[in-house]
């Protein structure tokens, strides 16, 4: 490849990559010609882009973005597929359907999740379990939520009962 190729390959890769702020690293050449398209619809449904790297390119890459990458590097051995996502679990939770039906591809290398950089397949459970933003938000809302539900309920119930003794004392009277 020329140099001015890699260049733009490069560029290519760099400009993808800061497209989106999670990117998982995954070795994919195992798997066959079906495989390899069930994995790529089921990360177009999802919204993941799929991309097969070079490695010394997205080494290149990496080093030239802002950020320490570092930690990724001894992950860039034998053939890489980058994905990349907006939702920071989803990829995971994908990776692991797939582990479910052939257990050793697609193998997850390394990921840069929410500004941390995790390594290794064994790292797939922590991954999956990782909150969206929207989870997030949504977990906040529910729990600003519950003191005011929890105050609303008691001075319901608080006026039924002196609703109930203010009766009571009224028929005592009678």
């Known amino acids: 490849m020329k140099k ?47 991309m097969v790297v070079k490695n010394t390119l997205l080494h290149e890459a990496l080093k030239e973005m802002e950020g320490d990458y570092s930690e990724i590097y001894p992950a860039l051995e034998g053939p890489t597929s980058l994905m990349l996502t907006e939702v ?14 052939d257990d050793k591809l697609p193998r997850l290398k390394a990921a840069y999740v929410e500004e941390t ?40 119930s608080g006026g039924q009962k002196i609703h109930g003794i203010l009766e009571t004392l009224s028929k005592k009277e009678e």
């Open 4 to 50: 001015e190729d890699k260049t733009l390959v490069i560029a290519r890769i760099t400009e993808a990559i800061q497209s989106y702020p999670n990117f998982y690293l995954v070795e994919t050449a195992g798997l066959n010609a079906a495989k390899t398209s069930d994995l790529r619809r089921a990360c177009f449904a999802a919204g993941i882009k799929l």
């Open 88 to 101: 920071a679990n989803a990829p995971a939770k994908l990776l692991k359907d797939f582990v479910k039906k």
């Open 117 to 156: 950089v995790y390594l290794g397949a064994d790292q797939l459970d922590a991954l999956t379990k990782i909150k969206s933003k929207n989870e997030l938000i949504a977990d906040v809302v529910a729990l600003l939520q519950s003191p005011a539900k929890n105050v609303i309920s008691a001075l319901s």
